[in-house]
């Protein structure tokens, strides 16, 4: 079963499939089952050079605009940034089961914090930056 939320494809891959990207085994995140930030974790372990996040430029991806990748963020550098920021959290005195808001935009400081949070076990209220803007 394919776990990973932020795969998404390489848009310098285009056409190609998942399909065939090696598996994250299950008993790699096994370990946790109720911290889906040692997803992350597993697929660094196994693939730390693949790409895990893609950011695209203003407009994004839309059809006929195939835009190219602004940067991304593999695996290993993922982990990296999860362990650090969850290990600041908790130094902080962040304790696990504490509710803390989030309020970040899109974008892989989102990414990163939610899953430091996880990591951590501060459960991340989520509120959209957003939200209520007319565009």
Known sequence: MRESALVQQDLSQAGTSDSNLPEVSEAACAASPTD???????????????TAIVVLGRNGFRAGNARRATSKVTFSELEERVQRLASGLLAAGFQPGMRVLLMVRPGVEFVVLTFAMFRAGVVPV??????GVSR
């Open 126 to 131: 989520m509120i959209d930056p957003g939200m």
């Open 36 to 50: 889906v930030s040692q997803h992350i974790a597993a697929h660094a372990a196994q693939r730390p050079e693949q």
